[in-house]
C-alpha cells in the first residue's frame, strides 16, 4: 500500500479514506522539513511550518489539480506558511547548521580527520556559509535552498514559487554570486 502513487492516494484521501494522507505525510515530511530548515533558520520553525503545510494541504486536497507533483504543490503551501510567519515576525533566517540539529550528524566531508582542531574548523565552517546565507536576500536564499539543499529542478521552482524560469535562474545565479562574494570577503578578513 505504501507503494501507491501520490494520485491514488489523493483519489482515496478524498474518497474518504483519510488515512491515505498519513501515507503523503510519511512519504514527504522528512524531504519537506530538510527544505524548510534551511529556509526558516531552525529546526523548531521548520517543524512548525511543515505541519502547518500538512494541515493546511489535507484542507486544500480538493484544489489539488495534478498538473504539478504533490511535492511541488506542497512545497508552495509550506512556502507561503514560512513567507507569513516571516511578515509576522519579519526574522527568518536560512541555517546550515540546522542540518546537523534535523539529523544529529554532522555533513561527511569525505576526510578521515577526527582531531578537534579539524572539527572545531569544520564547525567555523559552517558557521561561516550559515551566516553568509542568512545574509543574502531572501528570494535568492529561497531559490538557491530549493535547487542546491533539495534538489528541485527549475521547472519545479518556477512552479513552486510561480515566476517564470528564466526568473529561476537568475535568482539562483545571483544567489549563487552573493554567498560566493559574502564569504570570500569573510575568508578574507579571516586569513588577515
Same mark, same amino acid.
Given at each position: 500500500?505504501?507503494?501507491?502513487?501520490d494520485q491514488s492516494l489523493i483519489a482515496r484521501c478524498l474518497g474518504g479514506q483519510t488515512e491515505a494522507f498519513g501515507l503523503l505525510v510519511d512519504r514527504y515530511q522528512h524531504r519537506?522539513?530538510?527544505a524548510l530548515v534551511h529556509i526558516a533558520g531552525s529546526p523548531e520553525q521548520? %517543524?512548525?511550518f511543515a505541519q502547518d503545510a500538512f494541515l493546511q494541504a489535507f484542507e486544500k486536497l480538493r484544489s489539488f489539480r495534478g498538473d504539478a507533483a504533490f511535492y511541488?504543490?506542497?512545497f508552495r503551501i509550506a512556502l507561503n506558511v514560512a513567507i507569513s510567519a516571516r511578515r509576522k515576525t519579519h526574522r527568518?533566517?536560512?541555517s546550515i547548521d540546522a542540518i546537523r540539529d534535523a539529523t544529529?550528524?554532522?555533513?561527511?566531508?569525505?576526510?578521515?580527520?577526527s582531531?578537534?582542531?579539524h572539527e572545531m574548523h569544520v564547525a567555523d565552517r559552517k558557521r561561516l556559509v550559515q551566516k553568509a546565507l542568512s545574509e543574502i536576500p531572501e528570494?535568492? %536564499?529561497i531559490a538557491l535552498v530549493m535547487k542546491e539543499m533539495d534538489d528541485l529542478k527549475y521547472e519545479e521552482i518556477a512552479a513552486i514559487l510561480d515566476v517564470p524560469l528564466g526568473t529561476v535562474r537568475s535568482r539562483i545565479h545571483r544567489g549563487r554570486i552573493e554567498l560566493r562574494a559574502r564569504l570570500q570577503g569573510v575568508l578574507r578578513a579571516e586569513e588577515s
Open positions: 500500500m505504501n507503494d501507491a502513487s519537506l522539513y530538510g521548520a %517543524r512548525d511541488s504543490w506542497l527568518v533566517t536560512a544529529g550528524q554532522d555533513p561527511e566531508d569525505g576526510r578521515t580527520s582531531s578537534p582542531w528570494e535568492y %536564499r
